[in-house]
């Protein structure tokens, strides 16, 4: 990967941490706005459809909408070790024929990775520095539905963001986490023939659903 921002996530996001979100997934299942996202994707009807899911982590998305009968899933993901936990959940559940996985920056990626008919950024958008192309490139493969969860654009959750910031400074590491802003975000997915259907919010999160007439 060529993305600093990207191989920071690698760095940070190791084998430890990612055996540690799985064991989380498989105690208490998917996350308060997750669950969110997943029932607005669900009310949109998931049954047959493919899922392009961009920085997936453990496969929540992919394994709870495979459940509600979803055909296909491609996970892209810039973390080697999630990727991993990903797929011994795949494995476990028996989702392994259905799933691909493919490792590394999606903005990269992207010329090579098909359209789907849903499209989800998990907290995957504020992990990005450059907006304008992870959500310009990822909207424009949905077919159907594009469903994003990314932090509010106000001051408390840049507050918030500030020391997780400071401590990848003071480690040295690349990545960091950004709040851009709704109104590019939600302007770049709308250039891209969406409109807005679902949008709430749960602390310093948002969680917008975006359709195709």
Not at 154 to 173: A, E, V, Y
């Amino acid at each position: 990967m060529s993305c600093p921002q990207c191989k920071g996530i690698d760095a940070f996001l190791d084998a430890r941490e990612a055996q540690w979100d799985l064991a989380r997934y498989r105690k208490k299942g998917p996350d308060k706005t997750t669950r969110m996202l997943l029932d607005a994707v669900k009310a949109e009807g998931v049954e047959g459809r493919s899922l392009l899911d961009i920085g997936g982590g453990v496969g929540a998305i992919q394994h709870e909408l495979i459940a509600a009968g979803l055909a296909s899933a491609v996970s892209v993901d810039a973390s080697r070790a999630h990727i991993e936990v990903a797929r011994q959940e795949a494995e476990r559940r028996g989702h392994t024929g259905r799933i691909q996985a493919r490792f590394g920056d999606f903005v990269d990626l992207a010329p090579e990775v098909e359209a789907a008919d849903i499209v989800t950024l998990d907290r995957v958008i504020c992990c990005y520095h450059d907006a304008e192309s992870l959500v310009g490139l990822s909207s424009a493969r949905a077919k159907s539905v594009y469903a994003v969860v990314y932090p509010r654009d106000n001051w408390l959750s840049r507050l918030l963001f500030r020391p997780m910031n400071t401590l990848f400074w003071i480690m040295r590491m690349t990545g960091r986490v950004y709040v851009h802003p709704t109104s590019v975000v939600e302007a770049l997915v709308e250039g891209n023939g969406l409109r807005r259907t679902y949008h709430r919010k749960s602390g310093s999160w948002q969680v917008a659903v975006f359709t195709r007439a």
